[in-house]
């Protein structure tokens, strides 16, 4: 957080950026595999990126006094519960509360 940059455009900007890191590795991802190169470690770190944007979403939504009850595009219903393809993952059940679990 530089002097001039409150908590709020601090967070604000980890959004932003955290936005760009995701376009820059789904384009890497469609780049590996164009050329036919193994992509399981770019994979690996986009959902660590598309972790952390989760949290810095929650972060700005804190900051702002609002409750962030709307789950991330890469969220699909399955069950009565939202969770992510059918990797290991964050899994938000039918009241909303997140955990990790089999996605599917």
């Known amino acids: 957080m530089g002097a001039e940059e409150t908590e ?17 590795q789904r384009a890497l991802i469609a780049r590996l595999r164009a050329a036919h190169l193994p992509t399981e470690e770019a994979e690996g770190l986009l959902d660590t990126f598309e972790e952390l944007q989760r949290q810095h979403r929650a972060h700005l939504a804190r900051i702002e006094g609002k409750r962030d009850d709307t789950p991330p595009p890469d969220l699909i219903t399955a069950g009565g ?9 964050p899994v938000r059940d ?9 996605g599917g």
């Open 94 to 102: 039918a009241a909303g509360e997140t955990g990790w679990g089999e």
């Open 81 to 89: 519960a939202q969770c992510r393809s059918s990797r290991p993952g």
């Open 8 to 24: 709020l455009e601090m967070v604000r900007r980890h959004v932003r950026e955290g936005g760009e890191h995701l376009a820059n």
